[in-house]
């Protein structure tokens, strides 16, 4: 009988390591299922005891241990997936088993799948990683992959392009897969588990390179002639996991990749300025020299809400420039994109009498307002609570009740008003719920000449053509997000509506004199990347630091005093301290940010580099504290 320490691949796992009994050995590096409370994992073993070693340690044990029933074999991943997923988990203050199952799909631990020591591949090991930044249009990064590619088949290595959606995955094959289609490999969550195992067992045991073209979750993939891996749409919010723990997917692919001693493409329109600041330490060098220029559009107009808003009453959502334009576009039979940050109809309801915001009673935070089954109903987006819509004010118990901010239902509402004659068409993720829904939308749209597509973000991924009119209803509500880097998020929105739009973008602001829509109207965005640098400089944000922010999650009771003794023990630290919502309690609570220099806490290629102090230090707060590593705003 054998004693086995395991890593549940699984998040939600409290513990990292679990011990069980087997009959069977099983060394480490096995994959075997075992029991957690009332359902079965998969997990690694991670060491193996002889039980007639321990009998006075099992005698004495507080718990029984359960024993394992199925040992399916070694790993089908490699190693070093294990050990960076060890150090993503020291860095972001999670269990191993949390990260790996970003990294490992499901499909491939329900069977016999190759183990990586069985493949025999071709393997070039680097003396020193080359890391590079490849800023420069789509079309030109498609131009210098199909070389690339080719250049690399010739070396009998394969090439890995990292995309943050399945939508992206689609697109890069259309335009990479030609003459080398029988060594693509299209790798995605929407593909059946049969498929992907198919597909992993035969990029496993084929000798020939292939280019994989594929989001994070299949890097784990033992494919050892992998000789250059690329992060293509570096700049997406989506490689960031939406579920706690919040990993940046990219930070994965970059320690793996000096793990492996491969070569690291950092590729996009338009590179975070996280990156752009490390090519200029010195961390990376150049594909080619960097282009700072956006995606051509004929005609860029932002247009001043201030000037034109009282120039007619026909909506509040559009000014007399944007409705001839689109009069205009219709009418010669091309389409129009109308972007919308936000779903539903308003992002907020206030009292037109005494100016009170509708909140919600959990949590304190600001009511959306949405149409669900011909009701309109009030949503919160931190305790998702829906509730019929009131239809008198909370505090002076008025009627005038008025939705503000620009929802993507209201805009849509509002269209079909205006150009009652025209086919209009909405997406967003309430709306559309499959891929197959989304897909037959864009399609139809595209088809229908001289129709409105309304949209959120969602729709970049859709449209296959360009569209001669991208109309931008309300920059300011962009303005308003809550996040140190929303001006680098609104750049990138703004660079895909560029690459969307044929002929004019057309962008509505109270604030026409913001200094990124000069550079977006002028097509050149380095003296923004100058300003935006310096800013979070000086205010101590990333690239420069890193933030940790703790949120308190005790009892009510608790607060002050738990408050103030976090406070006291994190003084070395200079804590910044105030109350906000938070959902995970439904009502304010203290936070406190800690703005640390990037040596303080960061990662290297074999180790996380931490103050073992402040760990401590933190480890004693988990009790009545969430602690967020990396986080983009100061609120849950």
Same mark, same amino acid.
């Given at each position: ?9 699984s998040k939600g796992i409290k513990k990292e390591i679990l011990t069980y009994f087997s009959i069977k050995e099983a060394l480490p590096g096995a994959l075997v299922r075992v029991p957690v409370r009332s359902k ?13 070693? +321990? ?18 074999? =070694? ?81 009998? #290595? ?22 080398? &289609? ?7 969550? =929407? ?51 939406? =579920? ?64 034109? #808003? ?13 409705? #001839? ?8 039979? @091309? @389409? ?25 009673? @959990? ?80 399609? #139809? ?12 973000? +969602? ?27 929303? &001006? ?14 044929e002929r004019t973008l057309l962008i509505q602001t109270r604030h026409p004199d913001n200094k990124l829509l000069q550079c977006i109207q002028h097509g050149s965005v380095i003296d923004w990347y100058r300003n ?18 703790l949120s308190f999650i005790g009892p009510q009771y608790k607060e002050e005093e738990q408050a103030r003794y976090a406070e006291s023990i994190l003084i070395g630290y200079s804590p910044n301290s105030y109350r ?47 602690? &967020? ?8």
């Amino acid at each position: 009988m054998y004693v086995l320490d395991v890593i549940v691949i699984s998040k939600g796992i409290k513990k990292e390591i679990l011990t069980y009994f087997s009959i069977k050995e099983a060394l480490p590096g096995a994959l075997v299922r075992v029991p957690v409370r009332s359902k079965i994992y998969p997990a690694l073993v991670v060491a193996i005891r002889d039980a007639s070693d +321990m009998k006075g340690e099992i005698k004495n044990s507080p718990f029984g241990f359960k024993r394992i029933e199925n040992i399916t074999g =070694n790993a089908p991943f490699r190693k070093e997936s294990v050990q960076v997923a060890q150090m993503l988990g020291d860095y972001y203050l999670t269990e191993t088993g949390a990260i790996l199952d970003l990294f490992v799909p499901e499909a491939v631990l329900d069977e016999k799948m190759p183990q990586a020591e069985e493949i025999e591949t071709h393997h070039t090991t680097r003396v020193k990683t080359e890391k590079l930044v490849f800023q420069a249009t789509f079309e030109d990064r498609i131009s210098y992959y199909k070389t690339y590619i080719r250049e690399s088949f010739a070396r009998k #290595e394969s090439v890995a392009i990292v995309l943050p959606t399945v939508s992206d995955i689609t697109i890069f094959s259309e335009h990479l897969s030609k003459g080398i &289609e029988d060594n693509v490999v299209l790798l995605s969550s =929407n593909l059946s588990t049969k498929k992907i195992q198919t597909i992993w067992k035969r990029v496993c045991t084929d000798q020939h390179p292939k280019l994989i073209i594929s989001t994070p979750l299949f890097l784990s993939i033992p494919k050892n002639d992998v000789g250059t891996f690329i992060i293509e749409h570096e700049a997406s919010s989506s490689y960031v996991s939406r =579920n706690k723990p919040h990993v940046d997917q990219r930070l994965y692919v970059e320690i793996l990749s000096n793990k492996l001693g491969k070569i690291l493409i950092f590729a996009d329109t338009l590179l975070r300025v996280d990156t752009i600041v490390r090519r200029e330490q010195g961390e990376f060098d150049e594909v080619m020299p960097m282009s700072f220029r956006l995606p051509a559009v004929r005609d860029t107009q932002i247009v001043s809400m201030i000037s034109e #808003e009282n120039k007619t009453p026909l909506s509040p959502f559009f000014s007399p420039s944007l409705i #001839e334009e689109i009069k205009r576009t219709v009418s010669s039979k @091309n @389409n129009v994109f109308l972007f919308a940050l936000r779903k539903g109809l308003a992002t907020k309801i206030i009292c037109q009498d005494c100016g009170t915001q509708l909140i919600c009673e @959990n949590c304190n935070s600001g009511l959306s307002l949405f149409e669900k089954d011909e009701k309109r109903i009030t949503y919160c987006k931190n305790c998702k609570m829906e509730n019929q819509a009131p239809t008198h004010c909370t505090n002076c118990e008025s009627w005038r009740l008025i939705p503000l901010g620009v929802g993507v239902d209201a805009l849509h509402d509002a269209v079909k008003v205006l150009f009652p004659d025209t086919p209009v068409f909405k997406m967003d993720s309430n709306s559309l719920k499959s891929e197959k829904l989304a897909q037959a939308v864009s399609k #139809e749209f595209e088809e229908t000449r001289g129709s409105i597509l309304v949209g959120t973000e +969602m729709a970049f991924g859709y449209l296959n053509d360009a569209v001669s009119l991208c109309g931008v209803i309300s920059f300011d509500t962009l303005l308003s997000l809550p996040h140190f880097d929303r &001006e680098e998020r609104l750049l990138q929105l703004l660079s895909i509506l560029c690459l969307i739009t044929e002929r004019t973008l057309l962008i509505q602001t109270r604030h026409p004199d913001n200094k990124l829509l000069q550079c977006i109207q002028h097509g050149s965005v380095i003296d923004w990347y100058r300003n935006e640098s310096d800013i979070r400089k000086e205010g101590n944000y990333p690239p420069f630091s890193r933030l940790i922010r703790l949120s308190f999650i005790g009892p009510q009771y608790k607060e002050e005093e738990q408050a103030r003794y976090a406070e006291s023990i994190l003084i070395g630290y200079s804590p910044n301290s105030y109350r906000g919502p938070n959902m995970l309690v439904k009502r304010d609570t203290p936070y406190i940010l800690l703005q640390l220099s990037p040596q303080t806490w960061s990662l290297s290629k074999d180790s996380a580099i931490q103050d073992k102090v402040l760990l401590s230090i933190l480890d004693r707060l988990t009790a009545f504290w969430s602690i &967020e590593i990396d986080p983009k705003n100061l609120y849950n």
